[in-house]
């Protein structure tokens, strides 16, 4: 769902995730009827202007009639169109589009911070926007048996616009279809419809280890699931008359993983030959693989993956990209139900196993005098169990026991996330909440790093200090996009001036999202996501009152730059040595708002003898596999894949313009600082 206003000349859009783009107009006016678009959107609006200006995003121009394409390169070297009749897609955070007749000039803006579009005078234009965060529109409902999972995995596939090369790119993905339990198979006309038929079959045993395992690679190879006894897994490609065995479990976990990276991998090279091109990095891989991307991508997906089949894992298992997400799955029926939302960031889904904790993981401490928490009051106790290390960046713990280095998620933190997005806000609202005055040093840190970024975004910012437990109620059981708790937490709940606050006691939540920076705080953290919130952080013991503050202002920025949970705490926590006290609850995946990239990007620093820097720019988001990024770094003329790192050699001279220019977290000299906060250090 899209969401726009027109104040001044400036056209906000908004989806429902809180992601927001401006687009700029000189002579801007709304008028008239929309034309139609050959594109799918969420809303359109036609206005008059001279001249548009939008974030800064691939562009690519079509002409109607002549079949011209244009692409606005790196440089921002200026577009010329010739008088006609064009389609221009603006590659932003919100999908854009735009129609008009006439000339046109395209070029990046000094700075290359806005792309400018301009006219030889006030023209009709018809400008449409897509969100890239799709609601679920469908509901299959099938018999809770492995048979049944089975089903469902091969109508969720109905997200995909198209079955080629190009439902790489995330706006060429929807989300699929809720998955229910009922008595028989209900398929709804609609999916049935637009499901397509990509004639590729996955046999696997009717288990649900089986059928969670390999859930990605079908969902993403478009195929039908059956399940037989006795059966060894296989993919079978009747129009190729190809069958492609794979290993039974726990191998079976390794062949899924391997053939899915490889084949997404390979499918976003190949969607180059289409009218989508951008001048990747690993392109020569397929000249050196000998393969024929134009060829490819006209190729059936039996054919396509035939000869991705063929092509050694070792070949190409170096450039792989970094994999967004992976989830520990339960199998059990009632896990069932989180598929479609794993499936819509392509995560892979592993058996939960688990391996003891070492000495070094968990440090004895007794610096009391030091914890958030004091002696007299007692911190629930948390029993830890270490996932053992599986490919994905963020990774997902939907089992059971409490997890380190991961994310601890329910079925309900989905869902819940589904609520939020249909009932969203143009505003986010935030509520620091003190209860401790002992800790005004980190509420005053957390409440500027808001109000400041609430300058930039529709941020609302409230502050309160010394809650009792009926006002503390009141805050949680009130309508608010995120809350940052600082204070102390016992095993009866969040300390407050009157006593402690359980939030077994509150009705609802009806706070999206949260950080209980106090001792010990996970069971309040996970009691919050069962009443209603998706995702928070949370603390597994008692914690180090500086930690707590390092960690808390470093969270706070982080979250408001647009990261997701997971990922803004394990850069926060890499800050402190006890970086295992602190968790997040619910999906960790979830973003509060967005940040001054498309996607969320971090730099990391190191100082060569002869004076020079070596750059590596590190961008992902579970929620935008398959996009690509540009590094803005001198004479620097490739895109990467995101997941895909990018490493330069620059000056001091380059680096200092590259930190002044950027709004990002950099990793340098084993800490983490603002791009911002290293400027003066290298100017001096």
Known sequence: MIQWEVIGETIYVTDTDNTEIAVNGSDLAV??????????????VSVTASELQFPNAAVYAFGQEKKWRYELNHTGDQISLPF??????IDAEIKSYLRFTGRATIRKHPGCSRIQIRFPTATGLTLGFRSRNELPTQTVSIPQTPAGVATAVSHLSVAHHTTGPDRTYPTLRSHPPLLEFGDEVSIPPTVQKEKSDTGIELVVPPTYESVFVTAPLAYYLQANVRTEPGVKPQLSLPGV?????????????????????????LDSLVRNAGPYRTTLSELSLLEALELDASGLYDATPQQRLETYLDVPDAAIGHRLPDWGLGTSLKPVAENARTLPFLLDQLSLIYL?????????????????DFYRSPASGEVAAVKMVKPQSQIGKLHGWLADGVPIDVFKSTPEAYYNRLEFLTNCDETTSICVVLNDDSMAGEHTDVAEIYQQRGEELSIDVEIKQDLKTASLAHVFESSWNFIHFIGHCETDGLRCPDGNLSMTCIDRSHVETFFLNACGSFYEGMELIEKGSVAGAVTLSKVLNEHAVKVGSTFAKLLSYGFSIERAMQLARRRIMMGKDYAVVGDGTHRLTQGKHPVPTTAELETLKNGQYVLTLESFSTREAGSYYMPPVPENDLSYLCGTDSTFILSDEQIQSFLDSSQLPVIYDGDLYWSQELVDQFCR
């Open 84 to 89: 006609g009749n064009y389609l221009v897609d």
């Open 241 to 265: 008359n190809r069958v492609h065995s794979l290993s039974l479990l726990p191998t079976l976990e390794q062949d899924v993983q391997r053939l899915l990276r490889k084949t997404f991998f």
């Open 31 to 44: 008028e008239g009827l929309p034309q139609s678009l050959s594109k799918p959107v969420d809303s359109s």
């Open 352 to 368: 939960p196993q688990t391996s003891e904790l070492d000495g070094k993981e968990l440090v004895e401490r007794s610096l009391d």
